[in-house]
């Protein structure tokens, strides 16, 4: 069971690159999430979705971008990259019922912007 | 809004003894609450959850955790501490059915003493 999948694991980004984070689940899942997690503070959400063709801003969006074409894939997109973005950048999906359902997360990418 | 707050970013236990984990909450609404562990270089994994119903909530690995609303309180405990419980554990809240958001505590490293 692959549940959901994140690439890159690490990433060093320099300031101003771009990069995208790919996020994928094969759970058939319609939410799908976007989550930072900064050295001692609780995940944030940046973006979400709900669904083919529908994502909405979440508490910190700013600085990123997000598409979802399809059920299976949710990418992340940093445009030009600061050092504020580095964080760990977790991936989740959920059934109906949003995050009030169990929500299944990916393990995780590590992005250091320098 | 909704916000949590975990006391004890490190919490160190002898392997046999009680775990406690606490976690206090804030919303003006009755709360959903939820308890997520993160094992090393892993993702979230969903530990339990209180939505409405039996204030005893029992999870998975022996955890369980009591929703106490004259406290504010869904503190974590586990009557006997193994080797494998060692990781991280996030308290999180949101206030709504189909909420697209948790609210995330900073987290609580638990460390298992041999």
Redesign the interface.
Known sequence: NAG?TQTPKFRILKIGQSMTLQCAQDMNHN?M?WYRQDP??????IY?S?GAGIT?K??VPNGYNVSRSTTEDFPLRLELAAPSQTSVY?C?SSHQ????T???????TRLTVV | AQS?TQLG?HVSVSEGALVLLRCNYSSSVPP?LFWYVQYP??????LL?Y?TGATLVKGINGFEAEFKKSETSFHLTKPSAHMSDAAEY?C?V?D????????????TRLTVIP
């Open positions: 959901v939410y999430y001692g503070m609780g995940l944030k959400l979400y709900v909405d979440g508490e977790f989740a019922g949003g995050m009030n169990e929500a299944f997360f990916g393990q995780g | 949590v970013s959903y270089n892993q993702g979230l994994q969903l959850k939505t996030f999180a949101s709504k059915a189909g909420a697209n958001n948790l609210f995330f505590g900073t987290g």
